[in-house]
């Protein structure tokens, strides 16, 4: 009786979730129609081709954020949004966890011409997903890099999840793989300045910045968006010390506002940037106007 009493409650929360979202309410038949479409995937284990933006991407009936694509499209992730209020054509995007390659995709095509995109993934069955999404998108200017984003070289157990978003290697999964690891510092090259590191990593994102001090101390990231976790204070020390501001990010009016204790996702502004303030308490980031030190 237990178990079905929690199974009752998790099903009423992801009810919840459903129809507070600002998508469903907007529409809420097309977002039912999605829903099920997913479901018949899921239940006949296949793949689903979908469409954000100008992309096509290929999901697996297990990948999260293949789901909520589904579901939502560009609105499946306040990152979507944020990324076209910031990246202009040139720029550098390093994505740290890239999943199947939805933010990495979708941030090419905003740094065309003459921008680069580095997409690290350490799960070989994701990563082929990864790859699979390029393709399909001929997005050939993706520099796809096979390993998982520590703060040293060496091997780690990466825990397999049933749902690619949540594999990790703090948290448990249903199985373990040995996986290659390396720091930023080593695999960026020297010289390249990142306009927008983004970090994904499910827990060991206080292990990635370890990783970084040649780049942050001679070239810091323009913007660090990090979906942060149990380090969070320690992370917010760290970014402070090198002269980042944290912020939230509200998509309604796609600006930035103070940090709260419940945002999942930190966005790091260095101090190298200007921010124009659009309302009060709430600015957007102006690349061409450095802020007074």
């Known amino acids: 009786m237990r178990r079905l009493l929690m199974r009752v409650s998790r099903a009423f929360t992801k009810l919840g979730w459903l129809v507070g979202h600002p998508e469903f309410q907007n529409d809420p038949a ?8 997913w479901e018949f995937y899921r239940l006949r284990g296949t793949d ?26 560009e609105a499946a992730d306040e990152i979507f949004l944020f990324l076209p209020a910031y990246l202009k054509p040139g720029m550098t995007v390093v ?10 995709l979708y941030a090419t095509s905003l ?38 984003i520590m703060d040293k070289p060496g091997t780690i157990l990466l825990n397999i999840n049933a749902d ?25 090259p020297t010289g390249v300045h990142i306009d927008l590191l983004k970090i994904d990593v499910e827990g060991a994102d ?23 976790t149990k380090r969070r204070r320690d992370i917010i020390e760290f970014l402070n010390r090198r ?37 009060p308490d709430h600015w957007t980031i102006d690349p061409v106007r450095p802020r007074p030190d």
């Open 30 to 37: 097309r977002v039912i129609i999605r829903v099920l479409q």
């Open 48 to 73: 689903i081709d979908l469409t954000l933006g100008e992309f096509t991407i290929r999901a697996r009936p297990h990948d999260g954020i293949g789901r909520l694509v589904c579901y939502f499209g």
């Open 95 to 104: 994505d740290v966890g890239a999943n199947i390659g939805t933010h990495a």
């Open 111 to 148: 740094v065309r011409p003459g921008g680069r995109v580095f997409a690290f993934e350490p799960d070989p069955s994701t990563l082929k997903q990864l790859r699979i999404n390029l393709e399909l998108n001929h997005a050939a200017d993706v520099t796809v890099i096979d390993c998982c």
């Open 164 to 188: 690619s978003a949540k594999t990790s290697v703090v948290r448990e999964g249903y199985t373990q793989i040995e996986v290659k690891t390396d720091s930023l510092d080593n695999l960026i």
């Open 206 to 228: 206080y292990d990635v910045l370890m990783g970084a001090p040649r780049i942050f101390s001679a070239s810091p990231p323009g913007v660090v968006i990090i979906e942060t």
């Open 243 to 279: 002269r980042y501001g944290c912020y939230a990010f509200e998509p309604g009016i796609s600006a930035l506002r103070e940090l709260r204790e419940t945002d999942l996702n930190l966005y790091a502004v260095h101090q190298s940037l200007g921010l124009r303030e659009v309302t």
